[in-house]
């Protein structure tokens, strides 16, 4: 099913195979403040428009996958996903379902999150990466600043974190202004990395029904 060759993996979106530096970054006195304030420099914004290139290394092979395309968001729960290139790919997350569509069939699929806790719990924190809401990554993760400017964070899933049957680690990098990210890296329990680059990325654009629609038909 291409929903777990492409969401999960570039979803988990986020991730970490990210080698540590010569000297530790220095750590905030207070993570949680730190975060809170992080969270609210990074969420201030409704809606969001970016482009992105996933790139996904399977360690069963030495090809890189690369995969190009935009991302719609709208918040509070509401992220599209179209994939241009190598194939035509669109996935609408919502805090309910996931309702994906592909060229080659050219047909759409539903998949209820309700009946599937473990994806709708990586969507979760995957939301919560893009919409910016960092401070509760706390109580589910292990945090650790690995580079101060620009801010590189590590995230790694705490036990009982029903992630962490998935992701190993995950890192994040922000931009200069911290107000959005520019890198995402998820480094998965199989071994396999999938790095998502962020470009032109728009903070408060208007955006319209058209940009969270999936096509072809049910």
């Given at each position: 099913?291409?929903?777990?060759?492409?969401?999960?993996?570039?979803?988990?979106?986020?991730?970490?195979?990210?080698?540590?530096?010569?000297?530790?970054?220095?750590?905030?006195?207070?993570?949680?403040?730190?975060?809170?304030?992080?969270?609210?420099?990074?969420?201030?914004f409704?809606?969001?428009?970016?482009?992105?290139?996933?790139?996904?290394?399977?360690?069963?092979?030495?090809?890189?996958?690369?995969?190009?395309?935009?991302?719609?968001?709208?918040?509070?729960?509401?992220?599209?996903?179209?994939?241009?290139?190598?194939?035509?790919?669109?996935?609408?997350?919502?805090?309910?379902?996931?309702?994906?569509?592909?060229?080659?069939?050219?047909?759409?699929?539903?998949?209820?999150?309700?009946?599937?806790?473990?994806?709708?719990?990586?969507?979760?924190?995957?939301?919560?990466?893009?919409?910016?809401?960092?401070?509760?990554?706390?109580?589910?993760?292990?945090?650790?600043?690995?580079?101060?400017?620009?801010?590189?964070?590590?995230?790694?899933?705490?036990?009982?974190?029903?992630?962490?049957?998935?992701i190993?680690?995950?890192?994040?990098?922000?931009?200069?202004?911290?107000?959005?990210?520019?890198?995402?890296?998820?480094?998965?329990?199989?071994?396999?990395?999938?790095?998502i680059?962020?470009?032109?990325?728009?903070?408060?654009?208007?955006?319209?029904?058209?940009?969270?629609?999936?096509?072809?038909?049910?």
């Amino acid at each position: 099913m291409k929903i777990i060759l492409i969401l999960p993996t570039f979803l988990l979106m986020i991730s970490a195979a990210f080698a540590a530096p010569e000297k530790t970054a220095e750590q905030p006195s207070d993570l949680p403040k730190f975060m809170s304030e992080l969270g609210k420099r990074a969420s201030d914004f409704k809606t969001l428009k970016t482009d992105f290139i996933q790139e996904k290394r399977m360690a069963m092979f030495k090809e890189k996958m690369v995969m190009k395309g935009r991302i719609y968001l709208q918040k509070p729960s509401k992220i599209a996903w179209h994939v241009d290139s190598p194939l035509r790919y669109s996935v609408l997350i919502t805090d309910k379902l996931i309702r994906q569509w592909d060229e080659d069939s050219d047909k759409v699929q539903e998949i209820s999150l309700t009946k599937n806790p473990i994806f709708q719990n990586v969507l979760n924190q995957m939301n919560v990466w893009f919409s910016g809401e960092y401070g509760t990554m706390l109580e589910t993760n292990t945090v650790r600043i690995i580079k101060n400017d620009p801010l590189i964070m590590e995230f790694i899933p705490k036990e009982g974190n029903i992630a962490k049957k998935v992701i190993k680690t995950i890192t994040i990098t922000f931009r200069s202004d911290q107000k959005y990210l520019q890198q995402i890296k998820i480094l998965e329990n199989s071994g396999d990395v999938t790095t998502i680059r962020f470009t032109n990325t728009l903070l408060n654009p208007p955006l319209n029904n058209s940009n969270f629609e999936v096509k072809g038909r049910v």
